[in-house]
């Protein structure tokens, strides 16, 4: 499985954005089972921002509950991450995460498939 993030840019405070997650490579043997996204802002270590199960439970990290929406297109493996009310401190380069369970003859492989992330830059 691999994941590719788009959707980044420049945006003014209190302004919107939405990323997007392209899933690829999952099949019946490889299946996607939480997607996350991770921000890393300069200088600081990569932090947990949401995450979505195959089942649809979100979680959210404290800083963007009520302004951060993550979501899936059912009709494919897209996930989004809409951003509303983007604050400065939101600049970061975003990261998507798929974790995978690999349907194998001696049982299931759980393995990581992460993007190249997106940047988002937040002026005041």
């Known amino acids: 499985v691999q994941v590719l993030e788009s959707g980044g840019g420049m945006v003014q405070s209190g302004g919107s954005l939405r990323l997007s997650c392209a899933a690829s490579?999952?099949?019946?043997?490889?299946?996607?089972?939480?997607i996350t996204w991770y921000c890393q802002a300069l200088g600081k270590e990569r932090e947990f921002v949401a995450s979505?199960?195959?089942?649809?439970?979100?979680s959210y990290s404290d800083p963007v509950k009520g302004r951060f929406t993550i979501s899936r297109d059912y009709g494919g493996n897209t996930f989004f991450l809409q951003m509303n009310s983007l604050k400065p401190e939101d600049a970061a380069v975003y990261y998507c995460?798929?974790?995978?369970?690999?349907?194998?003859?001696?049982?299931?492989?759980?393995?990581?498939?992460w993007g190249q992330g997106t940047r988002v830059t937040v002026s005041p």
């Open positions: 995460k798929a974790d995978v369970a690999v349907f194998i003859i001696e049982g299931i492989n759980y393995v990581e498939a």
């Open positions: 979505i199960t195959s089942g649809g439970a979100t």
């Open positions: 490579g999952s099949s019946s043997s490889a299946r996607i089972t939480v």
